[in-house]
């Protein structure tokens, strides 16, 4: 890092030199000035890699080992001298100087890098909602304005055609502002779980009934074994999240290609798995598809480009963890991906 590199080093060997000069100037023999240097060295390197708690320690481990070791009587500790305590407190000054300034340089370096993460968050945020949110709305204009304008000339057919797409460019108008709501009541820690026991059954019929329109024809397979537990959830926000994995699924998947889902108990926890046979994701990106904004890019080969805000997952995540569980996608043999969602059952 550029810090250490170019303060924390230097520093350091001031230090040394520093040290050096008030062991001479005390007139300390050269044998203990011999002995010294090293433990000195090791205190300095101890409180640039691991900061100033770890290099205390290595200063009282360097004093005890310099009186066991080199302190005559040897292999035995003796009441310190006067030098020996300067030696020690010239140790403990180079690991709280050092060690306070390291670490006040790895606070400053994190939020640095925070507040660039932030920026970048924002700019993504600016550029998604000027794109996301100018679409549906020039769309929504578009229509309205030629109803308003031609409608003297206009058949029926026509007008329901323009309604219909004012009508569906507005629910996707509001999806994306209720995801951006979503998401930011997640980060703030206000979204509050009304938990009650559920079985995975019911929960998996409530997540079909909120994307019947969505899934349309395309073939849901559910896989539940008998004898899975309850699991202690706030009904509509878990089933809102995985709403959103099954979107996912059903949009970057074939209409003709089934959605599998399914449930199963391992170590303890409820698991419950949507598969897709879609253009899969690759392993680099399986951890950041639950990112805010994150969108696969897709080849052009395969589909046309998918729409969307990039939040839908991400809410799931929060959602999710937020019931103390966890989120993860795995690449799907022969094909596609598979989101899995590890829960605790009730009473746990």
């Known amino acids: 890092m550029i810090a250490n590199k170019y303060i924390v ?3 350091s060997i001031s230090i040394i030199l520093l040290v050096s000069g008030i062991l001479y100037a005390f007139r300390v023999a050269p044998g203990a000035l011999t002995v010294a ?4 060295l090791a205190v300095v390197f101890v409180a640039v890699v691991w900061g100033r708690g770890a290099a205390i320690v290595a200063a009282f481990a360097s004093a005890l080992v310099t009186n066991y070791l ?7 500790f003796s009441i310190p001298t006067a030098e020996e305590s300067l030696v020690v407190l010239s140790l403990l000054i180079v690991a709280l100087v050092l060690g306070t300034f390291k670490e006040r340089v790895g ?3 994190r939020t640095v890098r925070d507040l660039a993460l932030s920026e970048k968050l924002q700019k993504t945020l600016l550029d998604t909602i000027s794109h996301d949110l100018k679409t549906p709305l020039t769309t929504i204009m578009g229509s309205l304005n030629t109803l308003l304008s031609e409608r003297p000339n206009l058949d029926e057919r026509s007008r329901l055609e323009l309604v219909t797409v004012a009508y569906d460019q507005a629910k996707r108008l509001n999806r994306l502002v209720t995801g951006v709501l979503e998401m930011t009541r997640l980060e703030a820690g206000a979204t509050r779980l009304h938990r009650a026991p559920c079985h995975v059954a019911d929960l998996v019929r409530e997540i079909v009934t909120l994307l019947r329109e969505t899934l349309g024809a395309r073939e849901c397979r559910v896989t539940l074994p008998q004898g899975l537990p309850p699991i202690s959830i706030d009904v509509t926000l878990l089933a809102h999240a995985l709403a959103n994995v099954l979107e996912n699924a059903a949009k970057f998947s074939p209409p003709d290609a089934p959605i599998d889902i399914a449930a199963r108990t ?8 949507v598969a897709d046979r879609g253009v899969g994701i690759p392993a680099a990106a399986l951890d950041h598809i639950f990112e805010k904004f994150y969108r696969l890019r897709q080849s052009a080969t395969l589909r046309p480009a998918v729409g969307g805000t ?3 997952l991400a809410i799931a995540k929060g959602i999710v963890e937020a019931h103390g569980g966890r989120i993860w996608a795995e690449q799907r043999l022969g094909g596609g991906t ?3 969602v590890s829960l605790p059952p009730s009473g746990r």
């Open 338 to 340: 598979t989101v899995q």
């Open 70 to 76: 080199f302190v005559p009587p040897s292999n035995a």
């Open 266 to 273: 391992e170590d303890g926890q409820v698991i419950i798995s």
């Open 310 to 312: 990039g939040l839908g």
């Open 9 to 11: 080093y230097p520093l």
């Open 107 to 109: 606070t400053i370096e």
């Open 37 to 40: 240097a090293p433990f000195v």
